[in-house]
């Protein structure tokens, strides 16, 4: 066990170490290799601005001093003999390949070799026509068919541009210029144009082959990332970056140069531009290392130092463990007793613990023996108990029984009772209904006599109407009569008027025409007499017709009559039908009433007798419930009593079986 505490306190603290180290580390590494790579980054613009300078200076020195050989009056002249005699030291003397003179048409007449060539399409050859000194980039020459780099000036006389100074370099001179940078031992730099060729690099192969990533990107995807960059390179003009080419982590840093349309590209190895991460990591492991052998060692010594006590405190743990509560030595735990620390604090409450629990089993052994004495005194009273109570509930049970047998009785006559009632109330409900039928009947009764009595009326009215009828029928007839007579009159009245007219028309003929107009009037009349029977005869037929029909109807009148004096007849019969039926309704209301009276009686009886027996049967039941809880209560007492000696003897047994648990204690 010591063993063990010691190797995990060990190990835990070993581990915390390694941790913080660890992170510590970590973090130091990172925020090394950021502030590194941040003065990485800096440095490589600082560098590749200067580089950039550097070859600013160079171009624009080579230009000045050739644009001074073209302000030569003997260059001026335009005269090539005068200019090739002037020129030839010039060449060697600067360093040219050689040395050429162009004519305003872009024809090109060299200095050493004597041969001419039109450059008239060059960008160069055109700008220097135009007045502006500047440098081609590196291109396959016309003349010698291999990698050349041209400079190229205006010639001036009398202030206008009269030709051009050209001036041919090897195409290695740019790259023998960036051969010279480079950031570190392994890093780099190469110039291109702005149509993204390279123009300068260490690899004089991309030189001649005029690489330009951008393109060659469009079929080989390997030359992608080199691709982006010169995209970057050509958007940008100046900056910085990193990227990963042929599997090679890389910073590169670009800047444009003035006056020429180059960028200076200062490529760093990211594993030589951090180089110093790598020494820093490498001194780290070393210290965790060292600190990882420290730390064990201290640790060690450390978990000695709690793992001791803890091993001594658990020997008499053990012993406590074999139920060996005997005082111990304190003399040999003195040492671990008086520590300022949790470990002395735990050996003083381990002690302290000791001591009452051995007071605590000394006690209990004594409360033990007491405890079972008394079990068996309670013992026999108990079982003493018992046998009394089972005399009582048997008694009680006797009792329980006989009121239990009057529950039931007094509950069949309640049953039978509430039987008799349910047929009472049947009964009380049927003469209810009988006497509301009966008054609904005689209700209705009243109402027909009061519908016959008023039909009744309606008959003498319809008597009455039927004879003023009958009376205005004759009156008519009579009124007929005269208009026939009448009519029979003015008929007579109009043939004797005709007979007149005629008799005018004669007397009117014979008078000539003195008469005509006389003539004219009793035709008149004539006609009028005419139309006067004609409406009589018609008056007359209106008149028989209304006689028949007022003959027919006075015969109807006779027969109506007729009809409703024996309607009269009919009406008083029903009249006299009805009142009989009333007064036999009255007399069964009567004597529905003296039913219903003596069902009200009974039902109050019944309501009483009810009361009495319900309450008898309360009583009963109480009596019943009372004596069944009362043997409940004697049975509990019993088996309670039964209980209490079975406890006390097994209480008795228990304490027993403590103090034999307790002897096996050393106390």
Request: aromatic share 4%; charged share 25%.
């Amino acid at each position: 066990m010591k063993s063990g505490i010691t190797r995990k306190i060990t190990l835990l603290i070993v581990l915390l170490v390694v941790m913080v180290c660890g992170i510590l580390g970590g973090i130091s590494i990172f925020i090394s290799s950021q502030s590194l790579t941040s003065e990485v980054e800096v440095a490589l613009v600082d560098e590749t601005k200067l580089g950039s300078d550097q070859i600013k200076i160079i171009v624009n020195a080579r230009l000045e001093l050739l644009q001074e050989i073209a302000n030569r009056a003997r260059t001026q002249t335009m005269d090539f003999k005068i200019q090739q005699e002037s020129l030839k030291e010039d060449i060697e003397r600067l360093g040219y390949l050689d040395i050429g003179v162009v004519s305003m048409s872009g024809q090109a007449t060299y200095v050493s070799s004597g041969e001419t060539t039109d450059l008239s399409d060059r960008s160069y050859i055109q700008k220097a026509l135009s007045g502006e000194m500047n440098v081609s980039d590196v291109l396959i020459s016309k003349v010698t068919n291999s990698a050349v780099l041209m400079y190229a000036v205006p010639i001036f006389n009398d202030g206008r541009v009269v030709g051009a100074l050209i001036a041919r370099r090897d195409g290695n001179a740019l790259s023998e210029i960036t051969d010279e940078m480079g950031f570190g031992e392994e890093g780099y730099a190469y110039l291109i144009n702005d149509k993204g060729i390279v123009v300068a690099h260490n690899d004089r192969e991309l030189v001649m082959s005029q690489f330009q990533p951008i393109e060659v990107a469009k079929t080989d995807k390997t030359v992608e990332p080199l691709a982006k960059v010169f995209e970057e390179i050509l958007e940008k003009k100046i900056g910085v970056g990193s990227y990963t080419y042929k599997g090679v982590d890389l910073y590169e840093a670009f800047h444009s140069i003035e006056g020429t349309n180059w960028f200076l590209v200062n490529v760093a190895l990211r594993s030589e531009a951090l180089a110093g991460v790598n020494t820093l990591l490498t001194t780290l492991v070393i210290v965790i290392v060292i600190m990882l052998v420290i730390s064990s060692f201290v640790a060690f010594l450390l978990a000695r130092t709690i793992s001791t006590p803890i091993v001594s405190l658990t020997q008499i743990v053990d012993k406590q463990a074999t139920l060996d509560f005997r005082s111990d030595d304190k003399n040999d735990f003195s040492k671990i007793e008086n520590r300022k620390d949790e470990i002395g604090l735990m050996t003083k409450s381990l002690f302290s613990m000791s001591g009452n629990v051995r007071e605590l089993l000394i006690n209990v052994s004594s409360t033990a023996e007491q405890v079972s004495a008394t079990s068996e005194e309670l013992t026999a009273t108990a079982q003493q108990s018992a046998t009394a109570s089972e005399e009582v509930a048997q008694t009680i049970n006797e009792i329980a029984k006989g009121a239990t047998d009057q529950a039931k009785n007094t509950m069949d006559a309640a049953s039978a009772l509430t039987h008799l009632s349910k047929e009472i109330e049947i009964n009380l409900s049927g003469t209810q209904d009988l006497a509301h039928a009966s008054s609904t009947m005689s209700q209705l009764v009243a109402t027909g006599l009061k519908v016959v009595s008023d039909l009744a009326q309606k008959t003498l009215e319809n008597a009455r109407a039927s004879d003023v009828v009958f009376s205005s029928i004759q009156k008519t007839n009579e009124s007929s009569t005269k208009i026939s007579e009448a009519s029979s009159m003015i008929a007579s009245i109009s043939e004797q008027t005709n007979l007149l007219a005629l008799n005018a028309s004669i007397e009117a003929a014979r008078a000539g025409e003195h008469g005509r107009g006389f003539a004219v009037v009793a035709e008149e009349i004539r006609k009028l007499a005419e139309q006067s029977r004609t409406t009589t005869s018609i008056i007359d037929e209106m008149v028989s017709k209304l006689q028949k029909d007022a003959e027919t109807a006075v015969l109807k009148m006779k027969e109506s009559g007729v009809i409703v004096k024996e309607e009269e007849k009919s009406v008083e019969m029903t009249k006299e039908t009805f009142d009989q039926i009333a007064q036999a309704i009255a007399k069964s209301e009567e004597l529905v009433n003296l039913i219903s009276k003596t069902s009200v009686k009974m039902e109050e009886n019944k309501s009483n007798v009810m009361g009495n027996i319900d309450t008898l049967s309360a009583v009963a039941e109480e009596n019943a419930a009372s004596t069944e809880q009362a043997s409940a209560a004697i049975q509990e007492q019993t088996a309670s009593s039964e209980q209490i000696a079975d406890a006390s003897e097994d209480l008795s047994v228990m304490a027993q079986n403590l103090q034999a648990m307790i002897r096996k204690f050393k106390i």
